[in-house]
């Protein structure tokens, strides 16, 4: 069933307003109906910092691994989900955190995928429905993976659905789009073919027709909905020797990218660079969004966490993470219960072991 306009305007304002945890769960019907009933111009980049007051990071129980190579976090407003698979041949963990149930972790079902499935640029997205979405990612060393994957949140079952149109690597990133009901996709790395494209559910089908960054897209990409018809964008290290601070906007209706003011890290973005809005949940932060920077173009740890105002154009520096993240890429923060949380996702070498879990007090 498709909605008509009238019907997407008000769920939109539905979405934006009221948590999706709060909800009722529906019956899922299967993945074609997934979807809820419900050239660049350029200017100057400025930077704004002023100082933080106080470490606001608290730590909660870590995951039973370390990071690895292929990992994602994504955040429903209830809970948080993480995948993680160490290398391409290695295991599948898929965990969930719960903050209304306890402090813990719950292993979850990986039945129906391979060991190694999930690789470098691995990604991972809800749908603020009953979905997650994932791309699995891969090596510099392989020339034209494209698998891409849904999961069942209420039957805990994963599915393999149509492949991306374009090759994945290091500089995937996902964002669900409640403006129209999409999933948009950066895909590839600074050693394969970019792709940007979107996602219909309803359909199944892909679009790579759209307008691509005017950079190349590699180690710490990311991108994110903000509750209107624009989406944010770090595109990441596409030089691996040059700090690149690089910060774009993406407008929907109009298929074209501007670029922002930098993410205040003199280091460049890098591996465990994230973007979070929470809006949905907090309508009072509805203009900002949250960032890691990740580790630096010399592979130093990073601690760095940040706030962007989208009405003004600037940046400023929260509390540094108590553990840094870096040497894997993969999405770290999240939101639930009302708390942003942040996976360390790193190596064993790493303070902290590479485990370690924190959640950010507003």
């Known amino acids: 069933m498709r909605l008509s306009r009238c019907s997407q305007a008000s769920f939109r304002l539905f979405y934006l307003f009221l948590p999706f945890l709060l909800s009722t769960p529906g019956s899922a019907a299967g993945w074609r109906a997934s ?31 370390a990071g690895g190579y292929g ?17 391409a041949t290695s295991s599948i963990y898929f965990w969930r955190y719960e903050p209304a149930i306890g ?25 603020g429905n009953h979905h997650l979405y994932a791309v699995a990612g891969a090596r510099y060393s392989d020339d034209d993976r494209r698998f891409f994957y849904g999961y ?34 950066l895909l590839g790395s600074n050693v394969h073919t970019n792709t940007f494209a979107r996602y219909d559910p309803m359909a199944q089908l892909w679009d790579a027709s759209l307008a691509l960054p005017p950079v190349t897209l590699d180690d710490g990409a990311s991108l994110v909905w903000t509750g209107g018809s624009k989406l944010y964008a770090l595109t990441g290290e596409y030089q691996e020797t040059t700090p690149h601070q ?23 973005v890098g591996d465990g660079a994230s ?14 969004i949250y960032a890691l920077s990740g580790n630096s173009v010399r ?8 706030r962007y105002s989208i009405s003004g154009d600037t940046w400023e520096p929260l509390a540094e993470l108590i553990y840094p993240v870096g040497d894997y890429n993969g999405n770290r923060i999240g939101f639930a219960a009302g708390h942003i949380y942040c996976w360390q996702g790193a190596p064993d070498s790493y303070a902290g072991f590479g485990k370690q879990f924190m959640m950010y007090e507003f």
């Open 35 to 65: 979807t809820p009933p419900h050239g660049a111009s350029i200017h100057n980049p400025r930077a704004l910092q002023v100082p933080y007051t106080s470490n606001d990071w608290l730590e909660r129980a870590p995951t039973e691994k």
């Open 71 to 87: 990992e994602a976090l994504a955040g429903t407003g209830s809970a948080i989900y993480c995948l993680r698979t160490k290398y």
């Open 103 to 127: 402090d813990g972790w719950t292993a979850l079902s990986t039945a129906g995928l391979e060991n190694g499935t999930f690789r470098n640029g691995t990604a991972l997205e809800w749908d």
């Open 152 to 185: 069942d949140i209420d039957t805990g079952q994963w599915t393999r659905l149509a492949d991306t149109p374009g090759p994945q690597g290091a500089g995937d990133a996902l964002a669900w789009s409640p403006y129209d009901f999409r999933l948009y996709a």
């Open 246 to 268: 690089d910060f774009w906007s993406y407008d929907i209706p109009g298929d074209f990218w501007t670029r922002l003011a930098d993410i205040p890290d003199p280091d460049g």
């Open 275 to 288: 973007l979070l809005w929470v809006g949905s949940w907090r309508p009072g932060d509805a203009d900002y």
């Open 299 to 306: 592979e130093v740890p990073g601690y760095l966490f940040h």
